[in-house]
C-alpha cells in the first residue's frame, strides 16, 4: 500500500537555526508532493508542491523543499526559521490516477524565541 | 470572497446523537472531501465525493455518512455508530483538472460528551 512517512514527529528549534523535515513515501510512479502547513488556531494551508520539472520547489515564507526521485524524498528545508514558523507540517502525496491524497502523520515544529 | 465554509467552529453533542457536519464552497471545485483529524494521526480520509450525487468511502467511513446534493455542498453527518466521535473535522475541495492540490476549511472541532 502507499505510504507517507515523516521521520521526525516533533522539533524544536532555537529562532535563526535551520531545519529540514523528512519526508518519503512509497509508490514507484509519477507523484504529485505537497507541503501543507498548519499554524495554530488557523486551517491548513498550502506550503509548497511539485508537480514536474526543476526538483527543487521554493514555496511561502522562504521556505524550499527538493525532490529526490531516487530517494523516495521530498523533504522540506528553510535556512533560518523564525519563531512564527512554529506550527504542524504535513507531507503529502498523490500518487497513480486518482483524486486522493496520501498523508504523512505531520510533524509539530516548536521554534523558540 | 471564495472559499470553503465549515460550521460551526466548536460543536457539542451528547452521546448517542446523530450530528451534521455542514461544508460549503464557492470555488466551483468538483471534488470535495472529508478528513478526521487527531493528533499524532495525521489526516484521515473518510469520505470524498468528486461529483454531484456520487461519493465514496475512505479510510476510516464507519459510523459517518455523507451526501452531495449540490456542488457546493458536502456534508458528513456523525452517527451514534461512530465509536470515537470527538476529533477536529477538516473539509477540503480540488479544482477541476488540478494536480489534486486540496484546498481547506477551518474545520469544526466536534466535542462529545
Known amino acids: 500500500a502507499q505510504s507517507v512517512s515523516q521521520h521526525n514527529h516533533h522539533v524544536i528549534l532555537s529562532e535563526a537555526a535551520s531545519l529540514e523535515l523528512g519526508c518519503n513515501y512509497s509508490?514507484?510512479?509519477?507523484?504529485?508532493l505537497f507541503w501543507y502547513v498548519q499554524y495554530p488556531g488557523q486551517h491548513l494551508q498550502l506550503l509548497l508542491k511539485?508537480?514536474?520539472?526543476d526538483p527543487l520547489v521554493k514555496g511561502i515564507k522562504g521556505f524550499e523543499a527538493e525532490f529526490i526521485k531516487s530517494k523516495f524524498s521530498f523533504n522540506l528545508r528553510k535556512p533560518s526559521v523564525q519563531w512564527s514558523d512554529t506550527a504542524e507540517y504535513f507531507c503529502?502525496?498523490?500518487?497513480?490516477?486518482?483524486?486522493?491524497?496520501?498523508w504523512g502523520l505531520g510533524t509539530s515544529l516548536a521554534v523558540n524565541p | 470572497d471564495g472559499g470553503i465554509t465549515q460550521s460551526p467552529k466548536y460543536l457539542f453533542r451528547k452521546e448517542g446523537q446523530n450530528v451534521t457536519l455542514s461544508c460549503e464552497q464557492n470555488?466551483?471545485?468538483?471534488?470535495m472531501y472529508w478528513y478526521r483529524q487527531d493528533p499524532g494521526q495525521g489526516l484521515r480520509l473518510i469520505y470524498y465525493?468528486?461529483?454531484?450525487?456520487?461519493?465514496q468511502k475512505g479510510d476510516i467511513a464507519e459510523g459517518y455518512s455523507v451526501s452531495r446534493e449540490k456542488k457546493e455542498s458536502f456534508p458528513l453527518t456523525v452517527t451514534s455508530a461512530q465509536k470515537n466521535p470527538t476529533a477536529f473535522y477538516l473539509c477540503?475541495?480540488?479544482?477541476?483538472?488540478?494536480?489534486?492540490?486540496?484546498?481547506f476549511g477551518p474545520g469544526t472541532r466536534l466535542t462529545v460528551l
Open positions: 465525493s468528486q461529483i454531484v450525487n456520487d461519493f
Open positions: 503529502a502525496v498523490n500518487a497513480g490516477n486518482n483524486r486522493k491524497l496520501i
Open positions: 509508490y514507484g510512479g509519477t507523484v504529485n
Open positions: 511539485y508537480f514536474s520539472g
Open positions: 470555488l466551483n471545485h468538483d471534488a
Open positions: 477540503a475541495s480540488i479544482p477541476t483538472g488540478s494536480y489534486n492540490e486540496q484546498f
